[in-house]
Nanobody, 116 residues
Framework: QVQFVESGGGSVPPGGSLRLSCAASESVFRSTMAWFRQAPGKEREFIAA???????NYNTAVSGRFSIFRDNAKRTLYLQMNKLKPEDTAVYYCNFRVGTSWSDYWGQGTQVTVSS
């Protein structure tokens, strides 16, 4: 069964930090996991991904500010976001790898708002 639930979003001032969580079902968590985001009026974009072994890669827009990590025992994916900017405002989603693509299944996401 495919299931994951994102949480941890909120409203912070520029320069602030947030940690997002994605609790996933076992079938999902065997895969490479990723975070995406979608800002109003924009297409959904890739943020970061992490393999089951812990290797990560990042969108250059967040590299050095965001960190993706996973707790395999808890089947939870995280995104630590530091030095947040107004342009980071978006709904953030987690997803998982299916073959060479990302899953078509999307959860409800979690809203992140960066504003003074």
């Amino acid at each position: 069964q495919v299931q994951f639930v994102e949480s941890g979003g909120g409203s912070v001032p520029p320069g602030g930090s947030l940690r997002l969580s994605c609790a996933a079902s076992e079938s999902v968590f065997r895969s490479t996991m990723a975070w995406f985001r979608q800002a109003p009026g924009k297409e959904r974009e890739f943020i970061a991904a992490i393999t089951t072994g812990g290797s990560g890669n990042y969108n250059t827009a967040v590299s050095g500010r965001f960190s993706i990590f996973r707790d395999n025992a808890k089947r939870t994916l995280y995104l630590q976001m530091n030095k947040l900017k107004p342009e980071d405002t978006a709904v953030y989603y987690c997803n998982f790898r299916v073959g060479t693509s990302w899953s078509d299944y999307w959860g409800q996401g979690t809203q992140v708002t960066v504003s003074s």
